[in-house]
């Protein structure tokens, strides 16, 4: 990321205003200059949103998910060009760009559309022998305005879904996303435009750190965050002074078991993609490899052969991953392959920062990695595969769960009860057997993480209850002048004993017989 000259506090010719500018990682050269919004600009977009929350939460669902769906045309007609520019900013190739960042909005609008009336409409559920004569239902309203605050690696598709899933939900929303990738924001600020959703439902606030803080401050109802496990911590600090409710989406260190009896061939392929895909700036990167000793050399040789085939590049047709999206991050990764290697570790390919333009790190496998590592304890979120030689797989699972995060994790064995068996022991929040990365574009089920990694749920029926309060509903036709347990309390204690044993122990009969005797005195009581 580069801020522009005076770090972000350029002053332009009578104007105070802050701006940053983005840059492309391949060339250097400047996309745009942002202004950074300030807080109480942060402030008009959240009462902006907040005055078109009744207009919104008041349209009935079904024509909510009709005026979302007009961005699919919206984004069939211009994809390419989304794509285009968000290869730009990111480096990462056009066909990363189209089917995982744009692709996310047909995958989620069409899966909620089929499911979202079933997920919040009202529901009754079974009133227990205690409440007689009484319904008990569920319902979800909306929260109202929704924070949300996005990361650089994934900077359309992290910031467009939690956006959709709350206003499906009937929120309203203002977005921030990264500084590092604003043209993104831009994009979702275009799409919003150009549907017949209502003015002001959905603002995208461009800024930096100081933007998200003063959005977590604003008049926010929630925050949805996604980044790192610093700044999680900050977010939800702020927060807890207000407080409202959080969810944060953070880091990973996603461990991949190799079994004995693996399909190593196809494992390989997967550790490769599932590695180096988006240059390892994915949270659900594989970021450890634990393979059973019995198939360790092998595998590794595998390994090595598919990671040697991986075109890294400028973002054109041909290129299998780019460059690094934020510069800084580049640092990260080479500190964590030379303080593996000065521990003992092998790199295998890889491992220097090439001469020349572009904040590009080659693909790099690093084996003998050993506990004690900062590229096997911290997140490293670069085109990095750590191998681990475990014992068995027991080993691997209790490496796997011995670590700070817990968002994904996946286990490789041509034995499916096994490997699913083997997976349910993970402590993670998404796990796969023969299969990585998959489940985070699935919209029919739950994603987010235990640990460091987070809390809190989104996709599948989670990600519209989680931006949703529920509120409980209890009937009553009204027809008796009174209850078994109001007042008065005289000669009613025998009875409140009887229907209280007759509910501990299980006894039904008694404890109705006792609840009709105490309506029976409510009701001569009521006469007089
Ligand atoms: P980051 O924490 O640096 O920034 C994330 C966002 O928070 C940015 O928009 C930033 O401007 C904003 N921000 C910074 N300071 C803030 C503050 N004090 N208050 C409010 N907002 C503030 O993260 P990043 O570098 O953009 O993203 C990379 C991290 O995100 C990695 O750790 C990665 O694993 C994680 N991530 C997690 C998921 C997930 O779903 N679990 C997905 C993608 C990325």
Redesign the pocket.
């Known amino acids: 990321m580069t801020i522009a000259a005076g770090a972000g506090k350029k002053k332009r010719s009578g104007s105070t205003a802050r701006t940053f500018v983005n840059t492309n990682p391949v060339t250097g050269d400047e996309i745009a200059t942002f202004q950074i919004t300030t807080p109480d600009e942060v402030n008009a977009a959240v009462a902006r949103a907040r005055a078109a929350s009744a207009a919104w939460k008041n349209t009935p669902l079904e024509r909510r998910l009709q005026i979302l769906a007009e961005m699919k045309a919206v984004i069939a007609r211009n994809g390419e060009s989304y794509a285009r520019r968000i290869s730009e900013e990111t480096g990462k190739p056009l066909v990363d760009s189209l089917m995982t960042e744009l692709m996310s909005v047909p995958i989620f609008i069409d899966y909620y559309i089929k499911h979202a009336d079933r997920v919040l409409r009202r529901r009754r559920v079974r009133t227990p022998i205690l409440f007689p004569g009484k319904s008990s239902h569920i319902e979800h309203f909306p929260m109202g305005v929704i924070g949300v605050?996005?990361?650089?690696?994934?900077p359309f598709q992290?910031a467009m879904v939690p956006v959709l899933s709350a206003l499906i939900a009937g929120n309203t929303v203002v977005l921030?996303?990264?500084?590092?990738t604003p043209v993104s924001g831009e994009i979702i600020r275009e799409i919003f435009a150009a549907i017949s959703i209502p003015v002001g439902a959905v603002q995208v606030i461009q800024g930096?750190?100081s933007?998200?803080?003063a959005?977590?401050e604003a008049d926010v109802d929630k925050i949805f965050?996604?980044?790192?496990?610093?700044?999680?911590r900050?977010?939800m600090a702020?927060a807890a002074a207000k407080p409202i409710p959080v969810e944060l989406?953070?880091?990973?260190k996603d461990a991949m078991i190799i079994c004995a009896d693996a399909n190593l061939k196809r494992a390989a392929k997967a550790a490769v993609w599932g590695g180096l895909v988006n240059c390892g700036q994915?949270?659900v990167s594989v970021e450890r490899i634990l393979v059973v000793d019995e198939v360790h050399d092998e595998f590794v040789r595998l390994l090595a052969a598919e990671v040697d085939k991986v075109r890294q590049g400028a973002p054109d047709e041909h290129a299998d991953i780019g460059p690094m999206i934020?510069g800084r991050q580049v640092e990260v990764v080479d500190a964590h392959v030379r303080d593996a290697r000065e521990r003992g570790a092998v790199i295998l390919s890889g491992g220097e920062i090439p001469d020349g333009p572009g904040q590009y790190y080659p693909p790099t496998l690093v084996t003998g990695v050993t506990a004690e590592m900062d590229i096997y304890r911290e997140?490293t979120?670069g085109p990095v595969l750590p191998v681990v030689r475990c014992r068995d797989e027991a080993h691997a699972i209790e490496l796997a769960n011995d670590h700070q995060y817990g968002?994904n994790g996946s286990v490789w064995t041509r034995d499916i009860s096994r490997g699913m068996a083997l997976a349910s022991q993970i402590e993670a929040g998404q796990v796969s057997v023969n299969d990585l990365v998959a489940s985070v574009g699935n919209p029919a089920i739950p994603?987010g993480?235990v640990k460091n990694?987070?809390f809190g749920r989104y996709h599948g029926a989670e990600g519209l209850l989680s931006f949703s309060h529920t509120r409980s509903l209890m009937v009553d036709r009204g027809f008796l002048p009174t209850e078994p347990f109001w007042f008065p309390y005289a000669q009613k204690y025998p009875h409140m004993v009887g229907a209280f044993r007759g509910l501990l122990r299980n006894n039904m009969p008694k404890a109705l017989a006792s609840l009709i005797r105490l309506q029976r005195i409510s009701l001569r009581a009521a006469k007089d």
């Not at 965050?225 to 999680?232: D, K, L, P, Y």
């Not at 989406?249 to 990973?252: D, F, I, K, R, V």
């Open positions: 605050i996005s990361p650089w690696n994934f992290l921030k996303p990264s500084e590092v930096d750190g933007t998200g803080a959005l977590v965050f996604t980044g790192s496990v610093a700044t999680g900050r977010v702020a989406e953070l880091g990973g994915m949270c934020f997140e979120f968002l994603f993480g990694s987070g």
